[in-house]
Antibody, heavy 128, light 107 residues
Framework: QVQLQESGPGLVKPSETLSLTCNVSGGSFSSYYYHWIRQPPGKGLEWIGYSSYTGRSNYSPSLKSRVTISVDTAKNQFSLRLTSVTAADTAIYYC??????????????????????WGQGSLVTVSS | DIQMTQSPSSLSAGVGDRVTITCRASQNISRYLNWYQQKAGKSPKVLTYAASTLQSGVPSRFSGSGSGTDFTLTISSLQPEDFATYFCQQSYSTPYSFGQGTILEIK
């Protein structure tokens, strides 16, 4: 079955750029949306944004000015860049695939979608 | 943006108990509501999607219900492996958002 695996530095200095990559294996890479979600230690989940396999992206307004999510279809990978990090960006960063589900209304204005699977998570600490 | 509010924040229950967790959206999200389970040190796993559809492989003691702004996740008979944190998530519109989580602890 499909598996996602994050990789990247576990320590980033304040004001620098956080970069993570998610490798997708065991299934088709196309026809999905790929997301980054983070969780500060002991806290809740925050959606960061997504890129489609065609490269169309959408970001959280609170992070939009600092975030870039890109895909590399040749490598079955997608990446996160977060610039000008501070201690508030310390978190476990998860990559996740968005399953495009089904419609149950005439005309299908919007499908039911959900995140599955998730990567195991990558802890990134921002500290000098 | 859509705010998701879960209650309670934490809950103590025993094996065999019936447990209900509530999630409220700040606006009508129809049935675009997913529930996830997160065990300590692990990534979240989807339990139900579209408010009430059980993900393949998830035990039938889990069930979801609701539409509009009010949703519930019910575990009919708690098992030892169910003690975890549960999150709701709206997929109605971006920015996608999660509830703050409900920690389910052993009594």
């Amino acid at each position: 079955q499909v598996q996602l695996q994050e990789s990247g530095p576990g320590l980033v200095k304040p004001s620098e750029t956080l970069s993570l990559t998610c490798n997708v294996s065991g299934g088709s890479f196309s026809s999905y949306y790929y997301h980054w979600i983070r969780q500060p230690p002991g806290k809740g989940l925050e959606w960061i944004g997504y890129s489609s396999y065609t490269g169309r992206s959408n970001y959280s307004p609170s992070l939009k000015s600092r975030v870039t999510i890109s895909v590399d279809t040749a490598k079955n990978q997608f990446s996160l860049r977060l610039t000008s990090v501070t201690a508030a960006d310390t978190a476990i960063y998860y990559c996740a695939r968005e399953v495009i589900g089904y419609c149950d209304s005439p005309g299908c204005l919007k499908t039911y979608n959900w995140f599955d699977p998730w990567g195991q998570g990558s802890l990134v600490t921002v500290s000098s | 943006d859509i705010q998701m509010t879960q209650s309670p924040s934490s809950l103590s229950a025993g094996v065999g108990d019936r447990v209900t967790i509530t999630c409220r959206a700040s606006q009508n999200i129809s049935r675009y509501l997913n529930w996830y389970q997160q065990k300590a040190g692990k990534s979240p796993k989807v339990l139900t999607y579209a408010a009430s559809t059980l993900q393949s492989g998830v035990p039938s003691r889990f069930s979801g219900s609701g539409s509009g702004t009010d949703f519930t996740l019910t575990i009919s008979s708690l098992q030892p492996e169910d003690f975890a944190t549960y999150f709701c998530q709206q997929s109605y519109s971006t920015p996608y958002s999660f509830g703050q989580g409900t920690i389910l602890e052993i009594k």
